[in-house]
């Protein structure tokens, strides 16, 4: 029902073969459309890429640039072909702290695809597992503060509706690239 991949390796891959850490990414990239495809020809509901982390952020900014663009071309080169293929597209992870030209072209992407009714790819950029709970524990505990929600109802499916993938059934494949 839904695959998650982390994807890394891709500069160990690339150093292995002699070539820069980030012609790795340009090939994870290619292969992210691959697999999206197979999802697509497999029905496979979900596919969750973990493409950046909140702790990415300390490798050399040249290597963050390549990557933001990245993103951003790969968008761009892909927006057509994902609405061909009915494929809803949404990013999740801290977004907001994103570069703006960014943020507007994901929200733009989102906004297109929104109704498509295919495969579900989410894109988690800016993204940390402990963070999505902070995350998670902060919205609850603020509801419980408004009065519109009690302590005691807090459960299974309350903390799953804080979460980002809320509505979609849990990752029961997690691939790790590396
Ligand atoms: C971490 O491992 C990987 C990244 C920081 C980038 C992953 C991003 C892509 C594959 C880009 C394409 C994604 C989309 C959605 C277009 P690493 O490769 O730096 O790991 P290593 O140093 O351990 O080899």
């Given at each position: 029902?839904?695959?998650?991949?982390?994807?890394?390796?891709?500069?160990?891959?690339?150093?292995?073969?002699?070539?820069?850490?980030?012609?790795?990414?340009?090939?994870?990239?290619?292969?992210?459309?691959?697999?999206?495809n197979t999802c697509?020809?497999?029905?496979?509901?979900?596919?969750?890429?973990?493409?950046?982390?909140?702790?990415?952020?300390?490798?050399?900014?040249?290597?963050?640039?390549?990557?933001?663009?990245?993103?951003?071309?790969?968008?761009?080169?892909?927006?057509?072909?994902?609405?061909?293929?009915?494929?809803?597209?949404?990013?999740?992870?801290?977004?907001?702290?994103?570069?703006?030209?960014?943020?507007?072209?994901?929200?733009?992407?989102?906004?297109?695809?929104?109704?498509?009714?295919?495969?579900?790819?989410?894109?988690?950029?800016?993204?940390?597992?402990?963070?999505?709970?902070?995350?998670?524990?902060?919205?609850?505990?603020?509801?419980?503060?408004?009065?519109?929600?009690?302590?005691?109802?807090?459960?299974?499916?309350?903390?799953?509706?804080?979460?980002?993938?809320?509505?979609?059934?849990?990752?029961?494949?997690?691939?790790?690239?590396?």
């Amino acid at each position: 029902q839904h695959i998650g991949i982390i994807m890394d390796g891709n500069g160990r891959w690339a150093t292995g073969k002699g070539l820069i850490r980030t012609s790795g990414h340009k090939a994870g990239a290619n292969t992210v459309k691959n697999i999206l495809n197979t999802c697509i020809k497999l029905n496979i509901p979900v596919l969750t890429v973990y493409a950046f982390s909140t702790e990415n952020w300390k490798r050399p900014v040249s290597e963050v640039n390549f990557l933001m663009n990245l993103f951003s071309s790969f968008l761009a080169a892909q927006i057509d072909e994902l609405c061909e293929n009915n494929v809803r597209i949404k990013f999740i992870g801290r977004i907001d702290e994103l570069p703006n030209n960014l943020v507007k072209e994901f929200h733009r992407a989102e906004d297109i695809t929104k109704n498509n009714t295919g495969v579900k790819f989410n894109v988690a950029i800016n993204y940390g597992g402990r963070d999505e709970i902070i995350t998670a524990v902060k919205n609850i505990a603020q509801q419980v503060k408004d009065g519109s929600l009690l302590v005691e109802n807090v459960d299974d499916k309350v903390f799953e509706d804080n979460l980002y993938t809320r509505n979609l059934p849990p990752v029961d494949l997690m691939i790790r690239t590396s």
